[in-house]
């Protein structure tokens, strides 16, 4: 089975804090991603990574930057946490080119800015 | 751009009632279409996709059928349990490929014994 871990389930940040959101996937999977979840919004993309060193923006990356060094990992950093970033934060990975793959996705982190 | 709309809830059942949950959707090209399931506590998985006109994706008893000409995959279940209590995505990803899955809002079904 596809296994994606983040390495928080909870956390509490106050405002203005660098924040590091940690995703581990262990199938060799190309592709992975960060997305936000909130209430009556469902999911938006943050960024997403198809190769080691290699990002792109998704819909709301302001405020957010990803680092990805090896394959299995993909790191979420908050440069200043802020208020308006408290959320579910969910982490997925896929296989090879294009979003006909299947997703797999992580338990989430619910990060709290106070 | 791409788009999903789905049908608000939340949604209360009884056991052994009949769920459907309408999803439609905006896009250009010939988009693949998913539902994902998120149960408490717990990240998203795939429930049931489908990736041309009329396809009919199914697992867990659960079936949906990709509807080209009313931009429709609605999500069904003729009896549904207390286990079946989640909140439920729909989604597409165009046919180009560039990565990215556009999810709807997500509907919160509650399934009472």
């Known amino acids: 089975d596809v296994k994606v871990t983040q390495s928080s389930r909870y956390l509490v940040k106050r405002t203005g804090e660098k924040v590091f959101l940690e995703c581990v996937q262990d199938?060799?999977?190309?592709?992975m991603f960060w997305y936000r979840q909130d209430p009556g919004l469902g999911l938006r993309l943050i960024y997403f990574?198809?190769?080691?060193?290699?990002?792109e923006k998704g819909d709301i990356p302001e405020g957010y930057s990803v680092s990805r060094e090896k394959k299995e990992r993909f790191s979420l950093i908050l440069e200043s946490a802020s208020t308006n970033q408290t959320s579910m934060y969910l982490c997925a990975s896929s296989e090879g080119q294009g979003t006909r793959r299947t997703q797999y996705f992580g338990p989430g982190t619910r990060l709290t800015v106070l | 751009g791409d788009s999903v709309t789905q049908m608000e809830g939340p949604v209360t059942l009884s056991e052994e009632a009949f769920l459907t949950i309408n999803c439609t959707y905006t896009a250009t090209g010939y988009p693949s279409l998913f539902w994902y399931v998120q149960y408490p506590g717990e990240g998203l998985q795939l429930l049931l996709k489908a990736t041309k006109a009329d396809d009919k994706g199914s697992n867990k008893g659960f079936e949906a059928t990709y509807r080209k000409e009313t931009t429709s995959f609605h999500l069904e279940k003729g009896s549904v349990q207390v286990s079946d209590s989640a909140v439920y995505f729909c989604a597409l990803s165009d046919e180009e490929g560039d990565y990215k899955l556009s999810f709807g809002a997500g509907t919160t079904v509650t399934v009472r014994a």
């Open positions: 199938m060799d999977h190309e592709n």
């Open positions: 990574s198809y190769d080691v060193k290699m990002k």
